[in-house]
């Protein structure tokens, strides 16, 4: 890599910790409804204002050594892993997007926006077990309208296949959208009900179906049925180790969900692969079917 690139990436990755700080901001105000502007940054123990230079991404917290500087009381250790977590999205996209695909810095924002949307839903899941509308409707209006300004987009996610030949670019990019979130959305809202069936309780929370409604807009229904089946493997992953120290057994779902849909984005020609194989199989054998009952 030339030293050019290096310190581009170094920039990226630079800016994924700025906008981690932000998002901070955004996973502990939303929540208590706090405007996202306005006040500044306060320390939650003493109400003082934290300074500039006490305010770097991950230095500060490391130079402070966790601790506020007047009060002295703990910051949460959630601060430095949410800046690290978004720089290194940031740069992982980065260099998937642009370097390896070639794709344009439009693009790129548009991932981008879908994963710090998930950063926000993920992070405020873990603390509180809810998923805020703040988080999804933003999301599911955010992931049509980036459709349209954003062409291309659901063409990357193969999701135009089997939908959407209408011939306007806008139209079938505007409909990708809509229709990946009503699979994405409608799959996981279907496992809740069979859950509900099952196990005689609350499955699945509706915050995870609008979560997953909003993954579906952003990536198109491939890679939202690719991220619906890749969540539940990261959930044993992580879920039986957590079962079994008992800390608790409700686990919350949004952040698997969210690293699913990263791993997608990621990975997305292997799994769009996938899905197509599969679908292919199922058609053949359906028409099949339909075929020899005609005959
Ligand atoms: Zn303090």
New binding site residues.
């Given amino acids: 890599m030339s030293l050019q690139g290096a310190l581009i990436q170094v920039w990226i990755f630079a800016l994924g910790l700025i906008i981690g700080s932000f998002l901070n901001v955004c996973i502990y105000r939303i929540p208590k409804k706090i405007s996202l502007l306005w006040p500044a940054s306060i ?6 204002r934290i300074v500039w230079y006490d305010n770097i991404p991950v230095l500060s917290y490391l130079f402070l050594k966790g601790k ?6 703990k910051i949460s250790v959630r601060y430095p892993i949410v800046e690290t977590i978004t720089g290194i999205v940031f740069l992982f996209l980065f260099h998937n997007i642009i370097i390896v695909n070639g794709y344009s810095l439009f693009t790129y924002s548009f991932y981008i926006i879908l994963c710090c949307l998930l950063i926000i839903g993920s992070f405020i899941d873990l603390k509180l077990r809810i998923i805020p509308n703040e988080v999804t409707y933003n999301g599911l209006i955010l992931a049509p309208i980036a459709s349209l300004l954003c062409t291309g987009i659901h063409e990357f996610n193969g999701s135009l296949k089997y939908f959407g030949n209408s011939g306007n670019q806008w139209a079938n990019s505007f409909l990708a959208s809509l229709i990946g979130i009503f699979i994405a959305g409608g799959l996981i809202f279907l496992c809740g009900v069979i859950g509900k069936i099952v196990l005689k309780k609350d499955a699945m929370g509706f915050g995870d179906v609008k979560l997953m409604g909003v993954i579906g807009g952003f990536l198109g229904w491939k890679l939202a049925v690719a991220t619906f089946f890749v969540a539940p493997f990261l959930g044993l992953l992580f879920g039986i180790p957590k079962l079994i120290l008992k800390k608790g057994h409700v686990i919350p779902y949004g952040p698997f969900l969210s690293l699913a849909a990263f791993i997608c984005i990621l990975f997305k020609d292997f799994f769009i692969k996938i899905i197509d194989n599969y679908l292919d199989v199922y058609l053949n054998v359906f028409f099949l079917f339909v075929n020899t009952l005609c005959l």
């Fill in positions: 320390c939650i123990h003493c109400n003082k506020c500087r007047h009060c002295n009381n």
